[in-house]
């Protein structure tokens, strides 16, 4: 997949240092796998879900459920938008925000 945009996990790694492994771990799949749909990456990233508040948002945990990675998925031009990583409770504060402002 192409991963636009590193960013995202260059800062987490700095914010988060103690899951900087298993975020290497996650954007080393993303990099070198190419997925066509949703259930094909779900093998190999299982908390894969769908960001329920945005049309072709996913979210993924991250080192168990610590971190979650909100991104916007194109599988079929086999792209990966970063948008966030965030805390699980920093997370909970975007799905408020997004579930009372639907695009």
């Given at each position: 997949m192409h991963v636009i945009?590193?960013?995202?996990f260059n800062e987490a790694m700095l914010?988060?240092?103690n899951h900087e492994l298993a975020l290497t771990e996650l954007l080393n799949v993303l990099e070198k796998k190419t997925?066509?749909?949703?259930?094909e990456m779900k093998?190999?990233?299982p908390s894969l879900d769908n960001?329920?508040?945005?049309?072709?948002?996913?979210?993924?945990d991250v080192s168990g459920?610590?971190?979650?990675?909100i991104s916007y998925i194109d599988f079929r031009l086999h792209k990966i938008f970063l948008k966030h990583i965030v805390s699980h409770a920093e997370y909970?504060?975007?799905?408020a925000y997004d579930?009372?402002?639907k695009e």
């Open positions: 945009s590193r960013k995202p914010m988060y240092p997925f066509t749909q949703p259930e093998r190999y990233i960001f329920k508040h945005r049309d072709k948002w996913w979210v993924i459920n610590s971190l979650r990675l909970d504060k975007l799905t579930r009372g402002n």
